[in-house]
């Protein structure tokens, strides 16, 4: 069975800790090491994580089977892309599953925590940016009712890549 709770700042090396690995087992393969590197050093800090943890632009949720952390999710108050118009917003800026929980349900209970948490918060539009070719990140998007509505540039260490951009109307 999966609870979800709401992360506090108690949580922040928890939640470092899962950043740095879960991003690790997702994209290393398709990266180099000084990439990766440069990007978990600059973006999964202990610090920056609990900087994030503790304002109030972040809402983190963690995932557990029994009393074992098995995934997070973060959702940011960020700027709504001008694609989206006027409509109120909220990003789903990370969900990861922890690899041996892949498959689990891990992924599908965050998922609909992020959804009832921002139609509790009277959001219109949960938005994401996912990377153009990671297919099972999308796959899942898409099973969810996301659709692609744009892309953007993203920075991994020095490799610039491509985001799309995928919205679900709440």
């Given at each position: 069975m999966i609870t979800i709770r709401l992360a506090s700042v108690k949580d922040a090396e928890l939640i470092a800790e899962m950043s740095r690995q879960t991003f690790y087992d997702a994209f290393a393969a398709q990266n180099t090491k000084e990439d990766m590197d440069k990007f978990m050093n600059e973006q999964f800090t202990k610090e920056k994580l609990a900087e994030q943890v503790n304002d109030n632009e972040s809402i983190f949720l963690l995932a557990f089977s029994d009393s074992e952390p098995v995934g997070y999710a973060r959702m940011a108050k960020s700027e709504t892309p001008p694609e989206l118009g006027n409509a109120k917003t909220i990003e789903l800026a990370r969900i990861y599953s922890v690899t041996n929980a892949i498959g689990k349900g891990v992924g599908k209970a965050l998922m609909q925590k992020c959804i009832d948490t921002a139609k509790e918060s009277g959001k219109q539009?949960?938005?994401?940016?996912?990377?153009?070719?990671?297919?099972?990140?999308?796959?899942?998007?898409?099973?969810?009712?996301?659709?692609?509505?744009?892309?953007?540039?993203?920075?991994?260490?020095?490799?610039?890549?491509?985001?799309?951009?995928?919205?679900?109307?709440?």
């Open positions: 539009i949960l938005w994401l940016g996912v990377w153009e070719h990671n297919n099972r990140a999308i796959d899942f998007y898409t099973r969810w009712g996301f659709e692609k509505f744009g892309s953007h540039p993203f920075v991994l260490g020095d490799d610039h890549q491509t985001d799309w951009l995928m919205k679900k109307i709440l």
